[in-house]
């Protein structure tokens, strides 16, 4: 009788470690799928720290430890909670990983001595992290040293997004693709100002556009198709992204194109079916290129026929 109950127990013990073996099976672990650091980079000298903020995303990811290094600790040090120590003159990249391998980095330069700051100013004052545009928009940056004396200033641009002219002047372009949800193309471009000495300062510029427009008085997707009447018309909006809100496009930083004149006449932002029925292409150019913005089918008003376009909600995507 003592043997069959150590039976039973040992088979409910096995029941119970198989239940919760199951259950931990049917968590999915979420992993993380991109990590992003709050400089891209950095300008010290020897003996001055800074620290790295990391963010990895998804915000629900299942481990979002991050693991910090140096590619070249004699110049540059990292600990593990993201301060940056400036070793000696020269420069490392500061390399943050997600548990799953996925890896970002900051470029570090180190100069001998602190006689001076450099920063960038917007307007008279010191400039975000980030700055947003659209395709055709432009930014005037200047550079400003904490001495007060007048320096030599050369400006770069990364590839991504935007370009900079000597002076300082920004100019944003269409980019590539969009790798933020919700938007068609979002392009990024670092901008750098540094000084013969090596003294410098960088921030960050997006260029934006969203992956809906205004047709009318209702969204559509880019790319997609819209409906027109024969005879009717419509206007375009398109919309970027200023870091926190949605911003209308001013018409003027693009212009659209129609690919049959004989069916659709574009005149500015507004466009207007003639009375030939068929599928058109709408075209939108954008400094830096020209791109599909959607096809228009075109047919007669009937009352079965549906002339709108399905109403969307545009939502602020999370970067």
Same mark, same amino acid.
């Given at each position: 009788?003592?043997?069959?109950?150590?039976?039973?127990?040992?088979?409910?013990?096995?029941?119970?470690?198989?239940?919760?073996?199951?259950?931990?099976?049917?968590?999915?672990?979420?992993?993380?799928?991109?990590?992003?650091?709050?400089?891209?980079?950095?300008?010290?000298? @020897?003996? +001055?720290?800074?620290?790295?903020?990391?963010? @990895?995303?998804?915000?629900? =990811?299942?481990?979002?430890?991050?693991?910090?290094?140096?590619?070249?600790?004699?110049?540059?040090? @990292?600990?593990?909670?993201?301060?940056?120590? &400036?070793?000696?003159?020269?420069?490392?990249?500061?390399? =943050? +990983?997600?548990?799953?391998?996925?890896?970002?980095?900051?470029?570090?330069?180190?100069?001998?001595?602190?006689?001076?700051? *450099?920063?960038?100013?917007?307007?008279?004052?010191?400039?975000?992290?980030?700055?947003?545009?659209?395709?055709?928009?432009?930014?005037?940056?200047?550079?400003?040293?904490?001495?007060?004396?007048?320096?030599?200033?050369?400006?770069?641009?990364?590839?991504?997004? $935007?370009?900079?002219?000597?002076?300082?002047?920004?100019?944003?372009?269409?980019?590539?693709?969009?790798? $933020?949800?919700?938007?068609?193309?979002?392009?990024?471009?670092?901008?750098?100002?540094?000084?013969?000495?090596?003294?410098? &300062?960088?921030?960050?510029?997006?260029?934006?556009?969203?992956?809906?427009?205004?047709?009318?008085?209702?969204?559509?997707?880019?790319?997609?198709?819209?409906?027109?009447?024969?005879?009717?018309?419509?206007?375009?909006?398109?919309?970027?992204?200023?870091?926190?809100?949605?911003?209308?496009?001013?018409?003027?930083?693009?212009?659209?194109?129609?690919?049959?004149?004989?069916?659709? *006449?574009?005149?500015?932002?507004?466009?207007?079916?003639?009375?030939?029925?068929?599928?058109?292409?709408?075209?939108?150019?954008?400094?830096?290129?020209?791109?599909?913005?959607?096809?228009?089918?075109?047919?007669?008003?009937?009352?079965?026929?549906?002339?709108?376009?399905?109403?969307?909600?545009?939502?602020?995507?999370?970067?």
């Amino acid at each position: 009788m003592q043997v069959k109950c150590l039976t039973w127990a040992a088979a409910a013990a096995v029941a119970l470690f198989l239940l919760a073996c199951s259950k931990k099976a049917d968590e999915k672990e979420i992993l993380p799928k991109a990590i992003t650091l709050n400089e891209t980079e950095l300008f010290l000298t @020897v003996g +001055e720290t800074s620290t790295l903020v990391a963010n @990895v995303s998804p915000s629900g =990811a299942s481990d979002k430890t991050v693991s910090w290094s140096s590619t070249n600790p004699a110049k540059v040090t @990292v600990d593990a909670g993201g301060v940056v120590t &400036a070793v000696s003159q020269g420069s490392a990249y500061v390399v =943050a +990983e997600t548990v799953n391998a996925i890896k970002t980095s900051c470029l570090v330069n180190v100069a001998a001595s602190a006689r001076y700051k *450099v920063s960038i100013t917007v307007d008279g004052a010191p400039a975000p992290a980030m700055i947003y545009g659209w395709p055709g928009r432009q930014i005037q940056l200047a550079a400003a040293s904490s001495d007060g004396e007048e320096h030599s200033y050369q400006w770069s641009a990364s590839a991504g997004a $935007a370009s900079v002219s000597e002076s300082g002047l920004v100019s944003f372009a269409l980019g590539s693709p969009a790798g $933020a949800e919700g938007y068609a193309w979002r392009g990024e471009s670092s901008i750098k100002v540094v000084t013969p000495d090596g003294r410098g &300062a960088s921030l960050s510029a997006i260029s934006s556009v969203s992956d809906r427009f205004q047709w009318g008085s209702s969204r559509a997707a880019i790319g997609g198709t819209v409906p027109l009447a024969t005879g009717a018309g419509a206007t375009v909006s398109l919309f970027s992204f200023d870091g926190t809100n949605e911003i209308a496009i001013p018409q003027e930083a693009y212009s659209l194109r129609s690919g049959d004149s004989s069916k659709l *006449v574009v005149e500015g932002s507004s466009v207007k079916a003639l009375d030939n029925e068929g599928a058109v292409q709408l075209y939108v150019a954008f400094q830096g290129g020209e791109e599909t913005l959607c096809t228009v089918n075109i047919q007669k008003q009937t009352s079965s026929s549906n002339s709108t376009v399905e109403s969307y909600t545009e939502e602020t995507p999370d970067w």
